[in-house]
């Protein structure tokens, strides 16, 4: 086996050792991470069909490819450790057996097959294989780069529409169960048809983003999102046949329907405000606010004019009814809208600090990606940082200021130029 440039000398061997066993636990927690993405977990345990069928065979196999290649890593590593640890002062000959493993094609790959999609990159497949670690690491990235394409795009996909599709199908049958009610049913009204229609299409889209979500990924033009077309192609569609049975509604019985409505309005309007003080109390024990606004009781008024108007009603006194329902329901809708605002405004802390917790944990992995956990200034930032954000109360502000500085530190430590030997683990 050919040296890679000249022998290395005792303090270089072990600088290459110091520097490789971080790279290694780097590489490692990259690929525990993969291991227990959830994405993977629900990729593994389905029935895929289509397109993700395909692309998960590709990227199962590549993953099993990454863990016989960090194998052969650790192998790698483990044997120069090893040798490197007989004597103090190793001979020449074992300077160059170590150079020839920490420089050269000193790792050997057995009965690794590599998978077809990148046999571009490694030429064809061997049962055994020398390769340097350089190129080993070259060839576990590109791996990793596509298996966590693939299994983060899955989770997406299965995180955002299948939920999102069983609340449009229960809005449809509640529709449907509505305009039967009023005798809007298949093959009476064309409502009643385009219902039935848009229950089975719904149907059918959930069963495919279960088994095929790949099939809903969109890299172009919005990359990192699910392609949510038909999804809201049948949600308008819903929406169409909602007005048109409300009409039938409002011809059949305006006023009981307006009704139902205004009380469902204030009871959310209610359980909104009951909502917001609950957070309230929260928030003013968790962060440390002082223009938390305060948050109203329900409004009596309004109660008192829904009394008055279901007695209208029940008496039959269309003519009063009709203006008082007139500004109820404005008056009602404001409610509402007021409700949801104060709940909105009581709870912004809550969001501000769980967004920085998300912004911090996202940036710790960031840095494990790029092999700097150890870094001391990083370490005492995050700790730091995470010291504020989850202290009760927690003070916003100066935990807005310790996670920008951790992220100042990031970038000003991850832009700083490396030598071709300071290598990181798979990004």
């Known amino acids: 086996m050919a040296v890679a440039g000249p022998v290395m000398g005792r303090e270089e061997v072990d600088r290459a050792l110091a520097r490789l066993g971080a790279e290694h636990e780097a590489v490692e927690s990259s690929l525990l991470a993969l291991q227990d993405h959830s994405g993977r977990r629900l990729l593994e345990g389905a029935e895929l069909t289509g397109v993700t069928k395909e692309r998960w065979a590709a990227t199962d196999a590549a993953i099993s490819a990454l863990w016989t290649h960090f194998e052969a890593y650790t192998d790698a590593l483990h044997a120069a450790r090893e040798l490197r640890a007989r004597r103090r002062w190793p001979t020449q000959t ?49 791996w990793y780069d596509q298996a966590m394409e693939t299994v983060a795009a899955a989770d997406s996909v299965w995180s955002a529409l299948p939920a999102r599709i069983d609340l449009l199908a229960a809005e449809t049958q509640r529709v449907r169960s509505l305009a039967q009610s009023v005798g809007v049913r298949p093959g009476t009204h064309p409502s009643g048809d385009d219902l039935e229609h848009l229950v089975r299409e ?47 509604l409002h011809v059949r019985d305006d006023a009981e329907h307006r009704l139902v409505r205004l009380r469902d309005v204030l009871s959310r309007a209610d359980r909104t405000l009951t909502e917001a003080r609950g957070a309230r109390v929260e928030v003013l024990s968790k962060i440390l606010a002082s223009d938390v606004p305060a948050v109203s009781g329900p409004a009596a008024a309004l109660h008192e004019q829904l009394a008055a108007a279901e007695e209208f009603a029940r008496t039959a006194q269309w003519h ?8 109820l329901e404005q008056t009602a809708d404001e409610e509402l809208l007021r409700a949801r605002d104060s709940l909105s405004a009581v709870t912004a802390p809550l969001a501000v600090r769980a967004e920085l917790r998300g912004r911090l ?67």
């Not at 000193?106 to 497949?125: F, I, K, N, Q």
């Not at 009063?320 to 500004?327: A, I, V």
């Open 94 to 142: 074992e300077l160059t057996r170590l150079t020839e493993l920490l420089r050269g094609d000193g790792v050997t790959v057995t009965g690794a097959a590599v998978p077809d999609h990148a046999r571009s990159l490694t030429g064809p497949a061997r049962l055994t294989e020398q390769l340097s670690l350089e190129k080993l690491l070259a060839r576990m990235n590109a």
């Open 202 to 248: 719904l149907a059918e889209l959930r069963a495919r983003t279960v088994s095929d979500p790949l099939a809903f990924w969109q890299p172009v033009p919005a990359p990192g999102r699910p392609d949510v077309s038909r999804y809201e192609q049948a949600g308008r569609q819903l929406e169409e046949i909602r007005r048109e049975v409300e009409a039938v």
């Open 320 to 327: 009063r009814l009709s203006p008082l329902l007139d500004g």
């Open 361 to 427: 944990d996202a940036y710790r992995a960031k840095v494990a990606r790029l092999g700097m956990a150890e870094d001391p200034v990083l370490i005492e930032r995050y700790d730091q940082a995470r010291r504020l954000l989850w202290s009760a109360p927690c003070d916003l502000a100066a935990a807005d200021r310790a996670v920008q500085r951790y992220q100042q530190a990031v970038t000003e430590i991850g832009s700083t130029p490396r030598t071709p030997t300071d290598r990181r683990g798979p990004a």
